[in-house]
């Protein structure tokens, strides 16, 4: 046991959290926009807001600038917005964090997040609700077991029927999920063993929604891929490998990074 914890402390040795790329969307940074009725926006909220509507939740972005369903939203959407690729070779233990707030028409209307590595030729939604609303903020409605909430259907399209979900006093926090954020909340997840030292990633923002009732809608900004470095620090990475900003050393990634060596050590220790 002393030898197998010893191996894993010089195993971890070897690789550092990174911050692989990162967007604040103050400019468009090649993300695109396609599907049916592709209203998905890249603008400050502010300005986007129909003069004869008052928005429930969404005011405006973080930053200068996000991408945004109109506000409120149109009927019959099924869109997304979508990443250039993005060149994780070298990098292991994936994941993602980005900042979300949403106001939909709860249980019909919603948002989820995929990704691809075959350049868009198929797509798979990332993760289930965690209903973990004041730590990772991943998903709030979903069609499971025992759950109370009907499927997101304007979602189906997607190949998943869960997501974030909910309007601003339709419900309650917790297990029935029938909420809007409470503003600006930022999501994080860990992204599947499959995508460790890929080459070419593409991630999607994919919103959906039914033919009655709107809301504010779904808006997305400062997303942010991050990973355990397998190989030889750099200094940056070259635009030819993503359009977005890599740093190395990253503070927040790297607590991230501790708490998973930790449970790690402890998985370990009691083998």
């Known amino acids: 046991m002393k030898q197998s914890i010893l191996i894993l402390f010089v195993f971890l040795g070897c690789i550092s959290a990174d911050v692989i790329y990162s967007e604040n969307f103050n400019s468009r940074a090649s993300w695109s926009t396609n599907g049916t009725y592709t209203t998905w926006v890249w ?3 502010s300005s986007i807001i129909q003069d004869d509507y008052t928005p429930d939740m969404i005011y405006d972005c973080p930053q200068l ?6 506000i409120p939203y149109e009927g019959m959407h099924q869109a997304s917005v979508t990443s250039p690729s993005i060149n994780a070779s070298g990098f292991v233990n994936l994941s993602v964090s980005f900042d ?7 249980s019909w209307d919603g948002a989820n997040f995929a990704y691809s590595t075959n350049q868009g030729a198929t797509w798979t939604v990332v993760g289930i609700p965690s209903w973990n609303d004041t730590i990772d903020w991943w ?16 979602l189906a399209w997607t190949g998943q029927t869960y997501g974030w979900s909910g309007r ?4 309650t926090r917790g297990r029935d999920g029938n909420f809007s954020s409470p ?8 992204l599947p063993r499959i995508l460790n030292d890929v080459p070419e990633i593409q991630f999607q923002f994919n919103f959906g929604s039914d033919g009655t009732g709107w809301a504010d809608g779904f808006a997305f900004d400062n997303f942010e891929l991050s990973g355990a470095s397998t190989r030889p620090k750099t200094s940056s990475m070259s635009s030819s490998e993503a359009s ?3 740093s190395t050393g990253d503070v927040s990634s790297a607590w991230k990074m501790a708490a998973s060596m930790i ?9």
């Open 100 to 106: 979300v707030v949403w106001d939909t028409e709860t």
């Open 139 to 154: 998903y709030n409605q979903w069609d499971g077991p025992n759950d109370p909430n009907a499927p997101l259907e304007a």
């Open 168 to 171: 601003q006093n339709e419900g």
């Open 244 to 246: 977005g900003t890599r």
């Open 263 to 271: 449970m790690t050590l402890i998985f370990v220790f009691f083998l």
């Open 65 to 70: 600038s996000c991408w945004s369903t109109p």
């Open 43 to 45: 603008s400050n909220i």
């Open 183 to 190: 503003g600006w909340v930022h999501a994080y997840h860990v």
